[in-house]
Nanobody
Framework: QVQLEESGGGLVQPGGSLRLSCAAS????????VGWFRQAPGKERVFVAA???????HYADSVKGRFTISRDNAKNTVSLQMNTLEPEDTAIYYC??????????????????WGQGTPVTVSA
């Protein structure tokens, strides 16, 4: 069973950038859909971005043009480059792996393995 561990979160000023990494062990990340989700205090966990096993990428409207998801097969990792960060991006960011169909890629229920999360705070 694949296991996931996120890293790269932290405190950044509005307009700044962060790069999150999701390292996989016990399985090959390229065989799964890997998604990034985030959960702000008091809110539900929501979809941010995903890269399918086919290498197609998908984004929430709120992050299109600012965030980029990518996969490094040699390192068995999936990264999320976040640019032009806004205070509304503040949340715990989770990566997840699954095998769901494309139409369900945005749904947390489509993923069977989750990391512990990494916090991102965007504040002046």
């Amino acid at each position: 069973q694949v296991q996931l561990e996120e890293s790269g979160g932290g405190l950044v000023q509005p307009g700044g950038s962060l790069r999150l990494s999701c390292a996989a062990s016990g399985g090959t990340v390229s065989r799964y859909n890997v998604g990034w989700f985030r959960q702000a205090p008091g809110k539900e966990r929501v979809f941010v971005a995903a890269i399918r096993w086919t290498s197609s990428t998908h984004y929430a409207d709120s992050v299109k043009g600012r965030f980029t998801i990518s996969r490094d097969n040699a390192k068995n990792t999936v990264s999320l480059q976040m640019n032009t960060l806004e205070p509304e991006d503040t949340a715990i960011y989770y990566c997840a792996a699954g095998t769901t169909v494309l139409s369900n890629i945005h749904n947390p229920t489509g993923y069977h393995t989750w990391g512990q999360g990494t916090p991102v705070t965007v504040s002046a």
